[in-house]
């Protein structure tokens, strides 16, 4: 089996941050891509930065130059440092690995349970 587990999120004032973390653990022989996305209430799930096997990012529009993802491979691992909050910024954030387990061939996707982030005007 694997697990994600995120910690981290909270409430701050617009224009604080906020540093998120994602664990992998169980039965893992590879994690090709990590990275967050969030879902605010009435609104779709969105990508918010991804992170690949190599260190190529991914960002959507609305947080380039605000979040920044990073890895560390060791300890399978995931960062999101989120600067200069906005309210619309608000949602749960979800953590997300491709793993290639050990039990079996393959890479498959996982999710972890999410952490909410609310920021306050």
């Known amino acids: 089996q694997v697990q994600l587990v995120e910690s981290g999120g909270g409430l701050v004032q617009a224009g604080g941050s906020l540093r998120l973390s994602c664990a992998a653990s169980?039965?893992?022989?590879?994690?090709?891509?990590m990275g967050w996305y969030r879902q605010a209430p009435g609104k779709q799930r969105e990508l918010v930065a991804a992170?690949?096997?190599?260190?190529?990012?991914n960002y959507a529009d609305s947080v380039k130059g605000r979040f920044t993802v990073s890895r560390d491979n060791a300890k399978n691992k995931v960062y999101l440092q989120m600067n200069s909050l906005q309210p619309e910024d608000t949602a749960v954030y979800y953590c997300?690995?491709?793993?290639?387990?050990?039990?079996?061939?393959?890479?498959?996707?996982?999710w972890g349970q999410g952490t909410q982030v609310t920021v306050s005007s």
């Open positions: 997300y690995a491709n793993v290639g387990p050990l039990t079996r061939g393959g890479n498959y996707d996982y």
């Open positions: 992170i690949i096997s190599g260190g190529s990012t």
């Open positions: 169980g039965n893992i022989f590879s994690i090709n891509a």
